[in-house]
């Protein structure tokens, strides 16, 4: 789409305002609009930044009021997409069915079903930590948890058991790498309305430090290359009023690909109105497959440019029948591929729950062999068989996540190999 207007630049922080917690809706009112081409420059925050508050969240306003929980309220209730009454499990409102602080919606104007959103990620930079013991610095929580890969396979006693780590980020850029500063074992957390978590169980309890043990001694002379990036951003998915920010589909959300950062081009397919996108869970670093279950959990603030592609413009291009996640950078096409391409349309009324129990990796790699396959025959113009063996030779596939209930795996093809 041609942009035919003077391209602005926007703001959105966040703050208990501007924030919706653990959920994709196409029923949140929208915190910007913006027009094709326009940039946003948008604060997200980490949903464990209250694993060590006084590193992450006090002193820093924004964060303050999102994570503000004390006896007469939260400053954002609903964390997740369950009942607001927590009729199911008692742990709060949203039931913690969905985990991601995510900052929008943002409403593209002209946005329609069928279009596609282009997202380009121009600029991604740590929050600094409020604290002024710790100036120049931002800090970040890695949760072994519940929903890890591992978690039934230890061997270490206690059995089983969750384990935070909190790392250390300079953010001058002068350090390119992470550097532990201390781990501790999760041990039963009393929130301020008196519920007991004896699991991480539900996002932004308050972990009170005169309950856990610090241990210092933790990957002593390790760095951890930093690459930032958005665990989670996508449009809002047409199927169900609120949807869990856990597992990925079509529209996006929880990909948990490190390679979605800074210089990486994300195209969405629109399933509603204004597409309405929203970004979070963001990330300093995390490899492929996020085993323990989660990465350098870390806020970060992004500069986006955004820019919509109409349905009737999309044949003859690499865009023509999207109708699944893509990053483009600089050198790869990324293709994502799940357990279940669109797991809420696949799984019947109940798919929020049941998607949980049926993943695989290998339904997510067949998803991501059919998506590389598509992509190829419809943005190149190559034949069934020309695609089978560019990918058998040229691609390679890797395994994104498999902690976010709707596996991934994902498929690169490298530009360069094209005339």
Do not use: C
């Amino acid at each position: 789409m041609n942009v035919k207007h003077q391209a602005q630049h926007h703001t959105l922080p966040a703050n208990s305002e501007t924030v919706h917690w653990g959920y994709f809706s196409k029923d949140v009112e929208p915190r910007l609009s913006v027009i094709s081409g326009d940039f946003i420059t948008i604060e997200t925050l980490s949903h464990h930044a209250n694993d060590d508050a006084s590193l992450m969240v006090n002193g820093d306003p924004g964060a303050e009021s999102v994570f503000r929980w004390n006896r007469d309220g939260k400053g954002v209730d609903r964390r997740g997409a369950g009942p607001v009454d927590a009729t199911l499990f008692g742990r709060g409102a949203g039931e913690g069915l969905g985990v991601h602080i995510l900052t929008g919606p943002v409403y593209i104007e002209e946005a329609e079903p069928g279009d596609i959103v282009e997202v380009r990620i121009l600029d991604l930079r740590p929050r600094p930590s409020a604290n002024p013991d710790h100036l120049g610095k931002a800090f970040g929580s890695n949760a072994a948890a519940w929903w890890g890969y591992h978690y039934q396979d230890l061997i270490d006693e206690p059995r089983p058991r969750e384990v935070i780590t909190i790392y250390e980020i300079d953010v001058t850029g002068e350090r390119t790498w992470a550097r532990a500063l201390y781990n501790y074992r999760w041990m039963p957390q009393t929130d301020p309305y008196g519920v007991e978590h004896a699991t991480i169980d539900y996002p932004g309890v308050p972990v009170d430090h005169d309950t856990i043990n610090k241990n210092t001694a933790v990957l002593s002379g390790v760095r951890v290359p930093i690459r930032p990036h958005f665990g989670t951003m996508g449009l809002a998915p047409v199927e169900a009023d609120y949807v869990s920010s856990i597992p990925p589909s079509y529209f996006g959300g929880n990909i948990d690909n490190w390679r979605i950062g800074k210089g990486g081009t994300m195209y969405y397919p629109v399933a509603v109105q204004g597409g309405l996108l929203s970004a979070g869970d963001p990330h300093a670093a995390q490899g492929d497959s996020e085993l323990a279950g989660t990465a350098i959990e870390t806020s970060l603030t992004g500069v986006l440019q955004v820019f919509l592609h109409k349905k009737n413009a999309l044949a003859g291009t690499m865009l023509q029948g999207l109708d699944f996640p893509l990053l483009e950078t600089d050198s790869e096409y990324v293709v994502h591929g799940f357990s279940y391409a669109n797991y809420l349309a696949e799984l019947g009324a109940d798919a929020q729950n049941e998607i949980n129990n049926k993943s695989s990796v290998d339904n997510a790699m067949r998803d991501a062999f059919r998506k590389m396959r598509q992509f190829l025959m419809n943005a190149k113009g190559l034949s069934e068989d020309e695609t089978i063996t560019l990918m058998s030779v040229a691609a390679d596939f890797g395994v994104t996540q498999v902690v976010d209930g709707n596996w991934g795996v994902h498929g690169i093809i490298p530009k360069g190999i094209f005339p």
